[in-house]
Each structure stands twice: as structure tokens, then as C-alpha cells.
């Protein structure tokens, strides 16, 4: 764990010398609208389960390659990055709504609805939907909005960076190096580029610690008492928070996904939709 830990801050530390701490200043942008029409495909249910929970995977109508929920709503990105939404629970009188402009990827929390697109500029509006997109200065890769107040980024060189999300001042940045980031109400979790797992309150107030037992490429915070992951073959994992190195693998193939108190919802690599409800 200490050779792990001492190489992510290692190599960080080296670039916080070759780069400034600020955010990077972009132009505000206008977001084209286009629309998009999804198609419904059939659920394939092809990993027998060890899952303890009372449901297991069902389809959601659609496609999309990236997805997240909140308490009321989830949001998601196709393949040509259109930005769709639609009310949670799910009801089949509220279908997907085509919101406009272009995102790449998209997070959110019970309040706003965070992304950023292809050219790495950061936009957040309502988790409802009222109102239009806000373009914030800085340039991330990949946008984390947290159940706590705190908005967390990684760059395209891996660089983290955090922002006040009442305030929305200016980005703080962060020691180490993480490809993805996800916060929930209590605690941020990471994963670097040789796949291992970190993790430290999700308000700064404390350093990274190394999460042991498993290799991910994507994590998931937003479940109430549990963190989720993904590993390098879309096999899906959880842990008891804090998450002390201690796996259980779940049923189901996914590339993405995305956790609240309630339910977790994720896409496949055919971009297929699909919701697990954790009650």
C-alpha cells in the first residue's frame, strides 16, 4: 500500500511543479441544441448472482454511453454527446427529454447537474431542468458533483481539482493523480490510471488512503452505505463504506454507472440502459 501511495503523490507532485494551480479560463460557449431518437432494446441477463438485494437489473428504453441520478431525476449522454433527462421513479409518462447542447459526460447531485464536453469546458444547471446551462471557467475531464456541497474534477492529465459548489469561487487544486473521481456525502473516491483505489473525505479536510482488494476503473459514492465499482472487465463490485478493502461482487455486465440512497443505474457497452433498485 505505501510503495501505491508514494508513487500517486510522487508522480503529482512532480506535475503540480510543471503546471500553475488555477483553473484553466474558458470562453462561455453556446451549446447547439439537436435531438435524438432512442431505441428500446431487450435486456440480457447473462451472470448468475450473489446479489443479497431484492431486485435485479431492469431496462430502461433508450441509449446512452454515460448516465447519473439523483433523488428526483437522471440524466444522460448518448454516443453524439445530446444530453437527455427524465423524472426518477421511473414512469412510462415521463419519458426521456431531450434537454440540448453537448456534453460528454454528466454528474449530478440532488440540486444541480454537472458536465463537461469535448473539449473539456465545465457546465452545470438545475437538477430539474428550468433554466439553461452555465458554463464555469476551467477545463476538466471528468466533473464529480457531490451530495456535500463540493464539486470534484480530474483533467486530462489526471490533475484533481475540487470547487465549492455554493460559491462556485475558483478551483482548488488537490495532490495526486486520478482518472476518475466520485463524492458522496461523506467521502470522495478515486481511482489513478494503474487502476487502485483512494479515498478521503469529500471535504478535503484529510489526506488520500489507499483502498486495498480491488483493481477498478470506474467508482461509484453515491450509494448511502456502500461504494460501488467497475473492473478492467465490467464486472461490477461493492464495499461497505468507508470501504476498508473487503469486495463483493455483484451480478451484471456494465462499462458505467452511477449510485444514489436508493437505486443504481448503468449502461452497457452496447450503451443499453439499464436500473437496480437497492430497496
Known amino acids: 500500500m505505501r510503495s501505491v501511495f508514494a508513487v500517486f503523490l510522487g508522480v503529482s507532485m ?6 500553475p494551480l488555477q483553473g484553466f479560463p474558458l470562453d462561455l460557449e453556446e451549446i447547439p441544441m439537436e435531438n435524438t431518437t432512442l431505441v428500446e432494446m431487450v435486456i440480457d441477463e447473462t451472470e ?7 431486485h435485479l437489473w431492469e431496462q430502461i428504453p433508450g441509449k446512452l454511453k454515460h448516465v447519473c441520478i439523483s433523488k428526483n431525476f437522471i440524466w444522460g449522454v448518448n454516443v453524439h454527446d445530446d444530453i437527455y433527462m427524465r423524472p426518477y421513479p421511473i414512469s412510462t409518462s415521463s419519458p426521456w427529454k431531450c434537454m440540448g447542447g453537448k456534453l460528454r459526460q454528466v454528474d449530478c447531485n440532488n440540486y ?19 433554466g439553461g446551462w452555465i458554463h464555469v471557467g476551467g477545463a476538466l475531464r471528468h466533473v464529480s458533483a457531490s451530495g456535500n ?9 489526471d490533475q484533481i ?12 487544486h488537490v495532490a495526486g493523480l486520478l482518472r476518475q473521481v466520485d463524492g458522496g456525502d461523506r ?18 479536510s484529510s489526506g488520500w488512503r489507499h483502498v486495498p482488494g480491488k483493481k477498478l476503473k470506474y467508482i461509484t459514492a453515491g450509494g448511502l452505505n456502500e461504494v460501488f465499482g467497475i473492473d478492467s472487465n465490467n464486472h461490477l463490485w461493492r464495499s461497505q463504506k468507508p470501504a476498508l478493502g473487503k469486495w463483493e461482487k455483484l451480478s451484471g455486465i456494465l462499462k458505467q454507472f452511477d449510485a444514489s440512497a436508493d437505486a443504481i443505474v448503468g449502461v452497457d457497452v452496447e450503451d443499453n440502459i439499464f436500473i437496480h433498485y437497492l430497496t
Open 14 to 19: 512532480m506535475f503540480a511543479l510543471w503546471t
Open 161 to 172: 481539482w475540487r470547487l465549492m459548489q455554493q460559491s462556485k469561487a475558483a478551483w482548488i
Open 187 to 204: 467521502y470522495l473516491y478515486g481511482v489513478n490510471g494503474g487502476q487502485d483505489v483512494f479515498t478521503r473525505p469529500v471535504d478535503g
Open 48 to 54: 448468475s448472482s450473489n446479489l443479497t438485494y431484492s
Open 149 to 157: 456541497g463540493w464539486i470534484w474534477g480530474t483533467n486530462k492529465v
Open 112 to 130: 444541480e447537474v454537472w458536465g463537461v464536453n469535448s473539449g473539456d469546458a465545465i457546465y452545470y444547471r438545475r437538477i430539474d431542468g428550468n
